[in-house]
């Protein structure tokens, strides 16, 4: 099974099952002297770890990740100093569960790629899905911790917008609620808790699931990051965000609602600041234009489908041509777009990443 590596520049590989003896990921071409500890890394796994509350899966996993290669330690003993060597990092399994899919290890799970997997390699690994599984993404969380530190004043945020058919108010928005003790969702609203509360509760207790949609905004992009044509900075960000498990579409700035609009309505009109800079009166763009940054917020968005893996019986076949209804046991997210927040900000975070390191190759500058 190939294409397990992505980006150009800032390369990462993830390797592991759900149900193998661990997983990880190496990143490759991190520039040295990337100065970082390892709860920089462990504090943004913990935000997508399972078990933390009964909106998510139960499994139990401590995620917790141990940096093998890439480093030397400051003079304090704590703080790593990359050497432009491949940084390898791990997380060990330690609550699989197997026995819970042997009913389906020859059946096909109606919306999961059992099929397909089968189709194109002639086996697959049931148990829990493998590599499609959603456990896969830890290293990505990983890979993007380290990520966010390759940019100068980088920062990347993301939040829920919308559980199913309920939105958040975005006159509510407030990031640092994205991050509170009571807020299971990353929701930035906080009336939308007790909404999404109530409304989970129902989902998850007929034994069923619902999608989501998520938002991500990167501030401190510098302008000039990307490329025309084949090298878009939104491009591989959309790209990246695709790539995330269960993830069925992605829009750049004002996305989709750009294709109801006027020119008038949509164009960003542009100022000079009192700063002597370019600013652009609204960021309907996304922060990108031509596939080159423009210095405002990048914010992207992408959907996320409900869990396949449901109770409630679904038609279905077997390897043999058998038909039969499917039932999907083990514990599973009723809502995977919840902890789909911080992978998608690792995804943005790595895409800028390679983007800020290959602006920087060609032209010699750090900054536009």
Not at 161 to 187: C, L, Q, Y
Not at 189 to 203: C, G, K, N, Q
Not at 342 to 361: K, N, Q, W
């Amino acid at each position: 099974m190939s294409h397990n590596t992505f980006g150009h520049l800032f390369r990462v590989t993830t390797w592991g099952e759900s149900h193998g003896a661990a997983l990880g990921c190496v990143v490759d071409g991190c520039p040295p002297g990337i100065r970082f500890t390892l709860a920089d890394i462990q504090s943004e796994l913990d935000r997508r770890r399972p078990g933390q509350s009964r909106f998510v899966t139960q499994r139990r996993e401590p995620d917790q990740v141990k940096v093998l290669s890439g480093f030397v330690f400051d003079e304090d003993g704590e703080t790593m100093i990359t050497t432009g060597t491949p940084v390898s990092m791990l997380i060990e399994n330690v609550d699989q569960r197997s026995k819970d899919y042997g009913e389906i290890a020859r059946q096909y799970r109606p919306g999961h790629a059992d099929y397909t997997y089968d189709v194109k390699y002639g086996l697959r690994d049931h148990r829990g899905g493998g590599r499609s599984s959603a456990r896969e993404t830890a290293a990505r969380v990983a890979a993007g911790a380290l990520a966010r530190r390759i940019v100068p004043g980088l920062v990347v945020r993301g939040a829920l917008v919308s559980m199913g058919v309920k939105d958040i108010d975005r006159a509510n928005w407030d990031w640092d609620f994205v991050g509170h003790e009571d807020n299971p969702f990353f929701t930035p609203d906080p009336a939308s808790v007790p909404v999404f509360t109530s409304y989970l509760d129902e989902i998850r207790k007929a034994g069923s699931s619902v999608g989501a949609t998520v938002e991500i905004v990167a501030e401190g992009v510098p302008a000039g990051l990307g490329a025309p044509l084949y090298g878009k900075l939104d491009q591989d960000i959309a790209g990246n965000l695709m790539s995330i498990n269960a993830v069925k579409g992605v829009e750049i700035g004002n996305g989709f609602e750009a294709a109801r609009i006027t020119g008038e309505e949509n164009a960003d009109q542009m100022r000079m600041g009192n700063d002597g800079r370019p600013m652009f009166l609204s960021n309907k763009a996304g922060g990108i234009l031509g596939g080159i940054s423009t210095g405002a917020p990048v914010v992207a968005r992408f959907a996320v489908k409900p869990t396949s893996s449901i109770l409630t019986p679904r038609l279905s076949i077997d390897k043999d041509g058998a038909e039969v209804e499917v039932r999907t046991k083990g514990r599973h997210d009723p809502c995977v777009g919840i902890r789909a927040v911080p992978v998608g900000e690792a995804m943005v975070a790595c895409a800028i990443a390679d983007h800020y390191l290959r602006h920087r190759g060609q032209t010699g500058r750090a900054d536009a």
